[in-house]
Nanobody
Framework: QLQASGGGLVQAGGSLRLSCAFS????????MGWFRQAPGKEREFVAV????????YYADSVKGRFTISRDIAKNTVSLQMNSLKPEDTAVYYC?????????????????WGQGTLVTVSS
């Protein structure tokens, strides 16, 4: 149901844009989140956007650098990542939660994409 894309290799200070395609007819019913998992670490919350697109929330580590958005007409959610740092290196996952409220815990999400690798070189 979820297909993430857009990862790659970028130098520190650079930008990448991740996209996640949602397969289904009730996209606006789902809050959409991005998480990431670095090697040897647990999966962590990055950003989330409400189903209606009118509310967002970010992890402190990415606030001011990353922007989450959604296109309800195209059934996609995006993560614009600017001023990337080596510590942003991870596999990034999009996730869907069939609820209106924002959530930051992995077990609060119902569906997960396959992940896309982001590597930031110093």
């Amino acid at each position: 149901q979820l297909q993430a894309s857009g990862g790659g290799l970028v130098q520190a200070g650079g930008s990448l844009r991740l996209s996640c395609a949602f397969s289904g007819r009730t996209f606006s019913s789902y809050a959409m989140g991005w998480f990431r998992q670095a090697p040897g670490k647990e999966r962590e919350f990055v950003a989330v956007i409400r189903g209606s697109g009118d509310g967002t929330y970010y992890a402190d580590s990415v606030k001011g650098r990353f922007t989450i958005s959604r296109d309800i007409a195209k059934n996609t959610v995006s993560l614009q990542m600017n001023s990337l740092k080596p510590e942003d290196t991870a596999v990034y996952y999009c996730a869907a939660r069939k609820a209106w409220a924002i959530a930051t815990m992995t077990d609060q999400y119902d569906y997960w994409g396959q992940g896309t690798l982001v590597t930031v070189s110093s």
